[in-house]
């Protein structure tokens, strides 16, 4: 099979497409290639609309392959990729969120993108491919898409930006930004930093915006020789006697239910001016079909909150433009746990805690591109009662997944290291009652429950979501803003504005961002004003956060786990865990204790009660003990053998007390001196080269009289007696002497 092929440079690497022959029955199809990493995306469109549906119906599916990696993952009894991952469901948000805004959202022909991973090399993330190749593939399909989008990812490391940064890259560097847009314009952002200031993000955000320029260009190079002619599917008609009806009857209606301040109140006023408007519809336009009906209910409404707040700078509940809800915060709310924090703003309700465990309770994380351990973890919550609803729970969505996340990265540079603070961070935030940037407030929440566990987080954390409302019509007057930036969004203004931008950092700068938009983009100096105009509300919660509990506390809650780290010599981990991990469940089972051990010898010791804690330490001690020569020990006759005694000296370790060494005098029987279960002083001679621990009972000081010691100098009797002199078999057909006949062993 043949293909043209297309290259472009993306940061050191060369980015290759391939208009491929595979997949011929998709719409449209692109085969991407960065470095040895190689992503099939492939987009598909539904001959006929969906039936009864409200909304846009597109559909992102990131797809990881073990064998990309080379990899043969999954559990011992599954061996094929199952659900996707928090890593591939992450990806298809990325994807959903950069090419979704350029859809005509009247359409209800499902559309699919199906992202592939063939191949992943060590080096190059295959989300910036799967980002590039949706936009060809839609572009290159005849799907109706406004595209093309490119993408591209920005880092910074020793004061120099880096484009497109390897694995190995990102490692070091202070900053990690994906972004997405058109030529002139950003509709995507997602990004984790380390403190970094809105003046370098907003040169970050210029600094990729010229590669997504480049990107397009290249984008366009292949699209516009192939021409695409794109399909015509039936649209919701926006305009027309059923919205003049609409507007005539209910429009004034709409426009008061929607400055309600008080969410219930607004949302059971619109509810009734909904099923109203449906039964008008019906009965007056029964040619007009629900989509129809619902479409231009939505659009009306996007319409009135749109004018209210441009042309008269009113917000639903009343609030300026860059003014917060009132804001509360809670540490210490419940009892038991080892620590929580309650953060409320406005009708928005963020309970966090904080769980503390050893090493051993770190995540294992093995996947296409990700393997390793997870020490800290933040987990999202969002129930149906926090929005009055009643929906079936079925465990963690996509919105869970990817809110929990966003808030992992906002705190996870403020963390201690393992080496300050050695326990495993679980920080669940549960929303009990959402009105707008449910996200961001378990931003703050999890800052001051991880500030009540005593946790030494370096700064505090808080986050902000950001909102636009752009002009829809030409502006009427020099007075009339094209835009407006609204601080800490809500309800009306969450769902129908025109940009959900949520920013979170710390005093001194940014830990993490994401922007979605729902129109072409932002520039950069727009998104410099957001960034500005955020972090002026972002100190503001932090001065109240502050107010709860400035500093972590100095210690950690009753009921949470201490460790313990102890240093051995690598040489001992072996003698540590015993014979098929014998000697360390031992352990374990005796005092109830997590032991986790490291290759370089560190010890965790996890417990919840002092004596356990004591008994581990000195147990192990005990097995991990170095002895030293002239060294006095105690121990037990465990064994005895005609030319001595084993005596255990510790968990499993015993030295050999050999027979010359029992007593002053020639000792005939061990059985003469020691029994098995006698409890006995020794002193160590020395270690032989085996690590073999020599031991010596007469040299005990006090264990024999001076009159015993004397009589067995003045009468010292060799010991063993001589061998005697071996001599050839008298016929020769004999290879040894007769073996000298022992005591049996006991």
């Known amino acids: 099979m043949t293909a043209q092929k297309f290259h472009t440079a993306i940061g050191a690497a060369e980015l290759s497409i391939e208009l491929t022959p595979l997949a011929p029955q998709s719409n449209g199809r692109v085969l991407i290639r960065l470095g040895d990493t190689v992503v ?35 559990s011992r009894f599954v061996k094929r990729e199952n659900r996707p991952s928090e890593e591939a469901i992450l990806t298809s948000r990325l994807i959903d969120r950069a090419i979704r805004p350029r859809f005509d959202l ?82 995507m952002i997602e990004a984790g930093a380390r403190e970094v200031p809105e003046e370098l993000m907003v040169e970050a955000l210029t600094r990729g915006q010229e590669e997504i320029k480049k990107l397009i260009a290249f984008q366009q190079k292949i ?36 400055w309600e301040k008080e969410k219930a109140i607004r949302a059971e006023k619109l509810g ?45 509940d009343g609030r300026r433009a860059g003014e917060l809800r009132e804001i509360r915060a809670e540490v210490d709310f419940l009892p038991r746990v080892h620590g929580s924090g309650l953060f409320i703003r406005g009708e928005t309700q963020a309970l966090s805690t904080v769980t503390l465990g050893g090493p051993g309770d770190q995540q294992l994380i093995e996947g296409m591109e990700i393997r390793g351990k997870r020490r800290f973890m933040h987990h999202y919550n969002f129930p149906p009662f926090s929005t009055g609803e009643v929906k079936p729970m079925r465990g963690p ?44 407030a378990s931003v703050c929440g999890s800052t001051l429950a991880l500030f009540d566990a005593g946790v030494p987080m370096k700064k505090a954390a808080a986050g902000i979501a950001m909102g636009l409302m752009a002009s829809q019509q030409p502006a009427a007057s020099n007075q009339q803003p094209a835009y407006v930036i609204l601080t800490d969004i809500q309800g009306p203004e969450d769902h129908y504005g025109d940009m959900d931008f ?53 210690t950690l809650k009753p009921y949470a786990p201490r460790i313990t780290i102890l240093k051995i010599d690598p040489e001992k981990i072996g003698a540590l865990i015993g014979p098929g991990g014998k000697m360390i469940n031992r352990i374990i089972e005796e005092t109830g204790a997590e ?73 005939g029987q061990v059985e003469d001196i020691v029994s098995i279960g006698d409890r006995i002083p020794v002193m160590v001679r020395n270690i032989d ?42 016929h020769g057909n004999g290879s040894r002497l007769p073996a000298r006949h022992r005591r049996p062993l006991r």
Do not use: C
Request: hydrophobic content about 40%; glycine content about 6%.
């Open 272 to 316: 009734q001016l909904k099923e109203e408007w449906r039964a008008y519809a019906q009965k007056e336009f029964p040619e007009a079909s629900n989509a129809e009906a619902e479409y231009l209910w939505e659009d009306e409404t996007d319409v009135i909150v749109h004018r209210r707040i441009i042309t008269e700078g009113k917000r639903p």
């Open 106 to 187: 009247r359409m209800r022909n499902e559309v699919q993108i199906v992202a592939t991973v063939l191949s992943l090399d060590e080096d190059n993330d295959s989300d910036i491919p799967a980002l590039n190749g949706a936009s060809l593939a839609l572009s290159l399909s005849d799907i109706p898409w406004a595209g093309p989008v490119a993408s591209v990812r920005i880092g910074r490391k020793d004061d120099q930006w880096l484009i497109n940064p390897t694995f190995k890259q990102r490692e070091g560097s202070s900053l990690d930004i994906v972004i997405s847009g058109t030529e002139e314009k950003i509709n």
């Open 689 to 730: 080269e085996q690590g073999r621990l020599n031991l010596s009972l007469k040299s005990v000081p006090g264990r024999y009289r001076q009159d015993e010691i004397d009589r067995a100098d003045a009468h010292p009797r060799p010991y063993p007696p001589p061998r005697r002199e071996r001599r050839a078999p008298p």
């Open 40 to 74: 099939l995306v492939t987009a598909v469109m539904s001959e006929k609309p969906r039936e009864g549906g409200d909304f846009f119906p597109l559909m992102v599916d990131y797809e990881e392959k073990f064998y990309a990696a080379g990899r043969i993952l999954g």
């Open 595 to 667: 032991i986790d051990i490291e290759d370089d010898g560190s010890v965790f010791i996890t417990t919840a009660e002092e004596t356990a804690m004591a008994k581990a330490l000195t147990l192990i001690k005990q097995v991990v003990r170095e002895f030293k020569p002239g060294e006095l020990l105690e121990g037990t006759v465990t064994r005895i053998f005609d030319f001595g005694a084993m005596i255990e000296v510790g968990p499993k370790q015993e030295g050999l007390v050999h027979i010359s060494e029992l007593a002053p005098w020639r000792v």
């Open 502 to 554: 949520k920013a979170a950092g710390t005093h001194d700068g940014i830990t993490a961002l994401q922007m979605d938009v729902k129109i072409d983009g932002l520039t950069p100096a727009m998104l410099g004003e957001v960034l500005a105009q955020a972090r002026r509300a972002r100190l503001q919660i932090l001065d109240a956060m502050a107010a709860a509990i400035p500093v972590p506390r100095p």
């Open 223 to 258: 699209i516009d020789p192939a021409r695409p002619k794109k399909a015509s599917p039936n649209l919701i008609p926006s305009a027309g006697p059923l919205r003049q009806s609409l507007l005539r009857h209910f429009s004034k209606k709409m426009e008061a239910a929607l």
């Open 397 to 440: 969505g996509r919105r869970e997944i990817g809110h929990g996340a966003l808030a992992e990265r906002a705190l996870a540079p403020l963390i201690p290291s393992k080496e300050e603070f050695p326990y495993t961070i679980r920080i669940v935030s549960e929303i009990l009652s959402s009105n707008g940037s449910s996200s961001m």
